[in-house]
T-cell receptor, first 115, second 113 residues
Framework: AQTVTQSQPEMSVQEAETVTLSCTYD???????LFWYKQPPSRQMILVIR??????QNATENRFSVNFQKAAKSFSLKISDSQLGDAAMYFC????????????FGQGTTLQVKP | DTAVSQTPKYLVTQMGNDKSIKCEQN?????MYWYKQDSKKFLKIMFS???????INETVPNRFSPKSPDKAHLNLHINSLELGDSAVYFC????????????FGPGTRLTVL
């Protein structure tokens, strides 16, 4: 069974600095998707970034980028120029290409941004 | 013009009651999901429907019964509520295909007293 692990329960970063959140996963599949979702105190789940496993190029969305290491089964999220609004819980998620399409989530990392 | 909406956002009820949570999406997606987020913030899939057909039914007590009247709606009915059912329930939707990213509703916080 696939699993997703986020080993950092909490992280903090100074405003305007860069922070990296870690995620590792376990799967025997070769084609799958990986996601980072943000959950602010409002509890809304917001998609931050998506990576398709067959693409070697790391995904980037403005200040958010990933370091996707397929062989190591690692998918870290880098937030550059951190802003106060980035403070939230961040979830790494995995989805394979089966018809079920279910997301398997990590435990989450709470990010604190200090002014 | 909310993409995925849920009602109610908060639900407080007594043990043993029956309650429903409704979900609607206006994204034209063909797949909808229910996830449960427990008190430790862990998120887990409960059910999924594709074109009104049940395709995922995780090990959820049969007190939970999803119903999909059409592709845009997926409701969750819970019978004989228990204390352990207290959680946040999220509805999500996606369009099946290669890039079927799931979009989430605002969540329903269920508190069972």
């Amino acid at each position: 069974a696939q699993t997703v692990t986020q080993s950092q329960p909490e992280m903090s970063v100074q405003e305007a600095e860069t922070v990296t959140l870690s995620c590792t996963y376990d799967t025997s599949e070769s084609d799958y998707y990986l996601f980072w979702y943000k959950q602010p105190p409002s509890r809304q789940m917001i998609l931050v970034i998506r990576q398709e496993a067959y693409k070697q190029q790391n995904a980037t969305e403005n200040r958010f980028s990933v370091n996707f290491q397929k062989a190591a089964k690692s998918f870290s999220l880098k937030i550059s120029d951190s802003q106060l609004g980035d403070a939230a819980m961040y979830f790494c998620a995995y989805r394979d290409r089966s018809n079920t399409g279910k997301l398997i989530f990590g435990q989450g990392t709470t990010l604190q941004v200090k002014p | 013009d909310t993409a995925v909406s849920q009602t109610p956002k908060y639900l407080v009820t007594q043990m043993g009651n029956d309650k429903s949570i409704k979900c609607e999406q206006n994204l034209g997606h063909d797949t909808m999901y229910w996830y449960k987020q427990d008190s430790k913030k862990f998120l887990k899939i409960m059910f999924s429907y594709n074109n009104k057909e049940l395709i995922i039914n995780e090990t959820v007590p049969n007190r939970f019964s999803p119903k999909s009247p059409d592709k845009a709606h997926l409701n969750l009915h819970i019978n004989s509520l228990e204390l352990g059912d207290s959680a946040v329930y999220f509805c999500a939707s996606s369009q099946s295909g290669r890039t079927d990213t799931q979009y989430f509703g605002p969540g329903t916080r269920l508190t069972v007293l």
